[in-house]
């Protein structure tokens, strides 16, 4: 059982560039969720999906894109990488019944320059 | 605005003095409620949850929390502290109505001196 797994750990981009960060969990949790985390700002949610098949944005979903073909993965793509998202990024899951606490994946690293 | 305060940056407490952490929350109706630690380099662990019940919910290592209602907290506490302790500690909020989203404190650095 390995939870929640984020897949790269670490990336360096270059402005204008795109990746997607993965995000798999083998606990069979309904809701997902994309977080950045920045110096002095806590998390701040940029996607969320409450099901497979469904997204909604967060606080901060400018720049970002997601999908969530299958219940245990939660993709975030940046289709052109700007400075300003550079950032660790965290994913986490729900299950839909009865526990509310978050399970979060280990981040990834991004620095775009 | 729906909202969580940590207004404390950084707490330091001496190894085995008992230390509070403190978060409040502008949140409408019931929320839940939750702690998370963050060792460096590391993901968000979940520490503790107040759903409903009794207003003193214990947690891992040793940690506890306080409920009060009226006064729209939920400080962390622990009795004596170990230096295995100090981290980023987050507060965290579900509102029970409408919505599937958690809203996050900035997070308070414990520093715990030995």
């Known amino acids: 059982n390995a939870g929640v797994t984020q897949t790269p750990k670490f990336r360096v981009l270059k402005t204008g560039q795109s990746m997607t960060l993965l995000c798999a969990q083998d606990?069979?949790?309904?809701?997902m969720y994309w977080y950045r985390q920045d110096p002095g700002m806590g998390l701040r949610l940029i996607h969320y999906?409450?099901?497979?098949?469904?997204?909604a944005k967060g606080e901060v979903p400018d720049g970002y894109n997601v999908s969530r073909l299958k219940k245990q993965n939660f993709l975030l793509g940046l289709e052109s990488a700007a400075p300003s998202q550079t950032s660790v990024y965290f994913c986490?899951?729900?299950?839909?019944?009865?526990?509310?606490?978050?399970?979060f994946g280990p981040g990834t690293r991004l620095t775009v320059t | 605005a729906q909202s969580v305060a940590q207004p404390e940056d950084q707490v330091n407490v001496a190894e085995g003095n008992p230390l509070t952490v403190k978060c409040t929350y502008s949140v409408s109706g019931n929320p839940y409620l939750f702690w998370y630690v963050q060792y460096p380099n590391r993901g968000l662990q979940f520490l503790l949850k107040y759903i409903t019940g009794d207003n003193l919910v214990k947690g891992s290592y040793g940690f506890e929390a306080e409920f009060n209602k009226s006064q729209t907290s939920f400080h962390l506490k622990k009795p004596s502290a170990l230096v295995s302790d100090s981290a980023l500690y987050f507060c965290?909020?579900?509102?029970?109505?409408?919505?599937?989203?958690?809203?996050f404190g900035t997070g308070t650095r414990l520093k715990v001196l030995a």
């Open positions: 986490a899951s729900v299950t839909g019944t009865g526990a509310y606490e978050q399970y």
């Open positions: 965290a909020v579900r509102p029970t109505s409408g919505t599937y989203k958690y809203i």
């Open positions: 999906s409450v099901g497979e098949g469904t997204t």
């Open positions: 606990m069979n949790h309904e809701y």
